[in-house]
Each structure stands twice: as structure tokens, then as C-alpha cells.
């Protein structure tokens, strides 16, 4: 089986992770802090917050912000489910805006228009999240100009992100937003085992995440309460929560961001090969927009209805039987039962609907070769035109 996507461990990356577990710090110690810097060198950013997961730093991320019951909080239908929950973790009501039909993003236009509805009624966001799908920056800039508008803080969801860029600069400087999320599962573009960053160029934000990320307790005698009893002593001043990165995560990551920008090249070098080798086939291949430079985290393509008469599942299981681990990304968030019970419903969002019905993301990671391009490529004609 190829498999969709494929971490890469190399020797150095073993040495770095062995030279923790021979130190004197396993989980905070020196190389989180490390990494942080390293990864705010790259991008620009001012501030960084690592922790165990993207899904921990997107709920800091809205809890910084000061989400809460009563809010709301907008993101595309076509994204993991944590870029909502994490609204719900905090109590507030979500709510999706539609998709670009090229890019696959959330769309701005749908969401000037869904923000001039909400403002008519009196029920506007807190929070947009745009998510960066398949490692494409949205169109920040027309989403951070409605945000001047509309008065709506926003989170991106770049977890498909790190080393893209947008208007040729770093995807998670923060230039058009409050706070970028990255994500180093192992199938992202560089990996810690689990682990997640947040980013900002505010120190207020970054100070509230950093607390929250370990039970909400300082030793900060400027953050305390009241005088410390002794050089013992700490406060807890938060609800916070057990989000932090080790030293072991942390060095995992450090290495690999040494390999960050080849990771990303060859990325693109792949997908520029998939665009070739599937241009005769009935396809919609993925569409860069010119203000975006993508990390393609994913490979997704688009069945076209009126070329082939075999269904998108049959397809699908065609692939995973013929040994290509071909995946999904994403069902539709309002489509799944929990979000159905606030009163979603299916043609809410017709072009993330119809994008789940063509979709299948192709096998993309650096140490796929050549010939592993061509068993999919015929496999997908095989499919395609057969479905056997």
C-alpha cells in the first residue's frame, strides 16, 4: 500500500531526540523554548506558544481571545472537525461560511455576504477561522480587511501551512490575523510525534496561551495575587489546562525545521509531476491562486461527473484495492451528527457539498518516487474507467 501521506525520520532526527533522553529535561526544558524561536524566526512572528496538539492551540488561541458562551465563531465546512470544536470547547455556537469552488478555502465573498446578513440581524462572529487547506494561504488580506469592518478577530488554521507563503511573505507572520496555528502531526509538512504552535505578534495573547497551556500557575511574583510565601512558591491564576510540548516533541522539531524549505520543494516538485502525468484524465486538478505559494501538505483532485461513469466511491475503493491509500479531506463539519443537531443540514453549504462528492486526496510526501507516481497514475485510469 502507497499511503497517503508518510513521515520522515532521518538519523539526525533520532540523535536529536536520543540527546534529550540523555539529558536532564524530558518535558519543559530548553528545547521548546528552542524550537519556538526557530519556528518565529521563520515566519516572522513575534511570539510563539508550543503545545501537544493543533487542536490545544486552537482552543488557547479562542480562549486568548476571549471566546465564550454567547459568542459565535465562523470556519470552513471543509476542514477538520477541531477547527470548530474548539468554539465549542469554549462554549460558544459555530457556524460555517461556503467555499471558494477553486481554491477550496473559505470563500471572502461568501463571507461579506454572510457578514452583512449576521450584522442586520445583530448576531456577527467573535472568531473567523480561515484553514489553509492542502497547505494554500486564503486570501488573508480580504479576510482582514472585513475583519476592520465587521470587528471580528481571526485565527488562522495553517495547520497544512508552515513554509508556504502568501504574497511572498511567511505563511504565520500574522500579518493579516490575531493568531496562526501549525500542526505537526506526523502526516504534516514537518512533524513532532503530536504537537501544535501558536503564533502571534501580541505579547499579551502570547502570555495569556503560554499560562493557560500549563494549569493557569505562574511563578511570576508580578502575576500573583498576593506576595509568594517562599522561593517554594507559585500561583494558579487560570483554569488552565495540561497543553504543554516536551523537550522530546521539541527536538523532534527542531530538526526537522532545518529540513523545512526542501520538505516544501519537493512537495511542489511532486504536484507539479501529478499535474503532468493527470492532465489527460477527466480531473480537476488543484488550482494555486498567484498570491499563495503552497506547501501541498495534500494532493487533492476532483472527480468530473460528466467525464466518467463510474461512482466517486467506486473509484475511491478501486484505488484502495489496487494498493493506493487514497484518502478524503474533509466530510463537510456541518454534515456530522453533532453539528447536525443544532439544525445544520445538507445543501447548507452546496459548494463544500459538492467538493466532498468529487474529492480524493492522492498519496503526497517527499519520499515518494517516480515509480510510485506512475503505479498511481495508472491505477487512477484503471478506476477511472473502470472502477475495477
Known amino acids: ?63 486568548a481571545l476571549g471566546l465564550g458562551p454567547g459568542d459565535w465563531l465562523w470556519t470552513s465546512p471543509i476542514t477538520f472537525v477541531a477547527s470548530a470544536n474548539c468554539a465549542r470547547y469554549c462554549g460558544a455556537e459555530v457556524d460555517f461560511v461556503d467555499i471558494d469552488p477553486h481554491t477550496y478555502n473559505l470563500s471572502p465573498r461568501a463571507l461579506e455576504r454572510k457578514l452583512e ?4 440581524a445583530g448576531r456577527l462572529p467573535k472568531i473567523v477561522i480561515p484553514v489553509h487547506l492542502c497547505g494554500q494561504s486564503c486570501d488573508m488580506a480580504a479576510i482582514h480587511a472585513l475583519s476592520r ?21 511567511p505563511v504565520g507572520n500574522c500579518r493579516y490575523s490575531d493568531i496562526t496555528v501549525f500542526s505537526f502531526h506526523p502526516v504534516k509538512i514537518i512533524t513532532t510525534g503530536e504537537g501544535g504552535m501558536a503564533l502571534t505578534n501580541d505579547a499579551a495573547l502570547a502570555g495569556e496561551m503560554a499560562l493557560l497551556r500549563s494549569h493557569g500557575i505562574t511563578r511570576d511574583p508580578a502575576q500573583m495575587t498576593h506576595a509568594p510565601d517562599g522561593p517554594w512558591y507559585y500561583q494558579q491564576i487560570r483554569l488552565g489546562f495540561n497543553y504543554r510540548m516536551t523537550d522530546i516533541q521539541a527536538a523532534l522539531g527542531l ?9 516544501v520543494a519537493r512537495r511542489r516538485e511532486l504536484a507539479a509531476r501529478y499535474d503532468q502525468l493527470l492532465q489527460d484524465l477527466p480531473l480537476a486538478l488543484p488550482w494555486q491562486h498567484p498570491d499563495a505559494h503552497s506547501t501541498f501538505h495534500l494532493y487533492v483532485v476532483r ?18 484495492e489496487q494498493g493506493i491509500g487514497v484518502n478524503l479531506h474533509y466530510i463537510p463539519v456541518h454534515t456530522q451528527p453533532y453539528y447536525r443537531d443544532p439544525g ?40 477511472l474507467c473502470t472502477g475495477t
Open 255 to 263: 530538526s526537522q525545521i532545518a529540513r523545512l524549505e526542501e520538505y
Open 117 to 120: 446578513e449576521a450584522g442586520r
Open 303 to 320: 472527480l468530473r461527473r460528466d467525464g466518467i461513469q463510474v461512482s466517486h466511491r467506486r473509484v475511491f475503493e478501486s484505488l484502495r
Open 344 to 383: 445544520f443540514e445538507k445543501g447548507d453549504f452546496p459548494n463544500a457539498e459538492t467538493f466532498y462528492r468529487e474529492a480524493i486526496t492522492l498519496p503526497l510526501y517527499p519520499a515518494l518516487q517516480e515509480k510510485n507516481l506512475a503505479s498511481i497514475t495508472e491505477a487512477l485510469e484503471i478506476a
Open 149 to 169: 469592518r465587521f470587528g471580528f478577530r481571526i485565527i488562522e488554521d495553517a495547520s497544512h501551512a508552515i513554509g508556504g507563503r502568501y504574497r511572498n511573505e
Open 1 to 63: 500500500m502507497i499511503p497517503y501521506g508518510r513521515q520522515e525520520i532521518t538519523r539526525a532526527d533520532i540523535e536529536a531526540v536520543e540527546a534529550v533522553l540523555r539529558s536532564d529535561f524530558l518535558t519543559q526544558g530548553p528545547t521548546v523554548p528552542r524550537f519556538e524561536e526557530a519556528v518565529t524566526t521563520r515566519t516572522g512572528a513575534l511570539h510563539a506558544v508550543a503545545v501537544n496538539s493543533a487542536t490545544s492551540a486552537l482552543h488557547l488561541a479562542c480562549l
